[in-house]
Nanobody, 121 residues
């Protein structure tokens, strides 16, 4: 399976922007549906954005219009561009993948990175 390593998390001010990156190794992201999730302590992990290998994207209602998911298939890197950040965006952000052939739904993501912390204040 692919291995995922996130980076780019930081502390930013309200209204600021940040771009997260997820570098994949061991396999190409073209074989997976990719996504970003986030988790606050003592709460369940929630899906933020997903992208399928045809380029179609989906977003949680809370981030629509502010976050953009994209991928560089040649470099096997997944991105999450975040704008107009709010305190409620504070969380650990995880890159995730689900192999093609499995439905690309939040509950089916099975491969995870170690996470990168985003703090908005």
């Amino acid at each position: 399976h692919v291995q995922l390593v996130e980076s780019g998390g930081a502390s930013v001010q309200v209204g600021g922007s940040l771009r997260l990156s997820c570098v994949a190794s061991g396999d190409t992201i073209g074989r997976y549906c990719m996504g970003w999730f986030r988790q606050i302590p003592d709460q369940e992990r929630e899906g933020v954005a997903g992208i399928e290998n045809d380029g179609s994207t989906s977003y949680a209602d809370s981030v629509k219009g502010r976050f953009t998911i994209s991928q560089d298939s040649a470099k096997d890197i997944l991105y999450l561009q975040m704008h107009s950040l709010k305190p409620e965006d504070t969380a650990m952000y995880y890159c995730a993948a689900v192999p093609l052939g499995t439905l690309c739904r939040w509950e089916n993501f099975s491969i995870w990175g170690q996470g990168t912390q985003v703090t908005v204040s």
